[in-house]
C-alpha cells in the first residue's frame, strides 16, 4: 500500500492486543473510470446514432450498404473512449484498411468461410498490433470482408471514406458540448 491509500494511524483495541496501533485503508469511490456522467452519455449517444444515420443515408443514396457491424463498433469506441489509443485517426482508419487486406488476403488463399473468416480476423489483430493501430472493431471487418466477398474497388473506398467520417463526426461532436472531452489527442 501507498501512503495515499491509508489514513493516519489510530488505536483500535481489539481482542489480541487491545492497545496496537491499526493502519485502516482509505475508503476508495467504486464508481466506473470511464463514466462522465449523464449528460456526456447523451451527448454520446447522439453523436453515435447521428453519424450511423448518415452512413446509413450515404449508402441508401449510392446503393450501397456502407454501414457495417464494424463501423458501428468504431462509432461506440470513438465517442465512449475519445482518449484512447483505438480511438485515435490513424488507428480508426488504418486499421479497417488492414482489416480489409486481411478478409481479401484470405478469400484469395481460401473459400469463404466461418474458418477462414477467424483466420483474417486473427490475421487483422496481429497486423493492426504490429502496425501499432490499435483498433479491435477493424477484426470485424476482415470478417465482414471474408463472409460477403464484397468487390474490393467499391469496398475498400467506401471503407475509406466511411472511416473519415466516424473521425469527422468524432471531432465535431466533441466541439458541440461544452466541456466535451476533445477528439482527437493526436491525428496521426
Do not use: K
Not at 482509505?26 to 449528460?39: N, T
Not at 473506398?157 to 466533441?174: C, D, N, R, W
Request: with cysteine.
Amino acid at each position: 500500500m501507498n501512503a495515499d491509500s491509508v489514513l493516519p494511524r489510530r488505536r483500535v483495541p481489539g481482542p489480541e492486543a487491545p492497545h496496537d496501533d491499526v493502519t485502516l485503508p482509505r475508503r476508495r469511490e467504486h464508481r466506473h473510470p470511464a463514466w462522465r456522467g449523464a449528460a456526456a452519455a447523451l451527448h454520446s449517444v447522439g453523436a453515435v446514432t447521428a453519424v450511423l444515420l448518415a452512413l446509413a443515408a450515404i449508402g441508401a443514396m449510392i446503393s450501397e450498404p456502407v454501414l457495417i457491424p464494424s463501423l458501428a463498433a468504431s462509432a461506440g469506441v470513438l465517442h465512449s473512449a475519445p482518449t484512447l489509443p483505438m480511438a485515435q485517426p490513424r488507428s480508426v482508419v488504418v486499421a479497417h484498411l488492414l482489416g480489409a487486406a486481411a478478409g481479401y488476403a484470405a478469400l484469395a488463399l481460401a473459400q469463404s468461410s466461418p474458418w477462414s473468416a477467424a483466420l483474417a480476423g486473427g490475421l487483422t489483430f496481429a497486423a493492426t498490433t504490429l502496425a501499432r493501430t490499435p483498433h479491435s472493431p477493424a477484426c470485424a471487418t476482415a470478417v465482414v470482408v471474408v463472409l460477403q466477398a464484397p468487390a474490393p474497388g467499391r469496398f475498400v473506398p467506401l471503407l475509406l471514406g466511411a472511416t473519415v467520417v466516424l473521425v469527422v463526426a468524432g471531432f465535431a461532436a466533441s466541439r458541440v458540448r461544452r466541456g466535451a472531452v476533445r477528439y482527437p489527442v493526436r491525428w496521426w
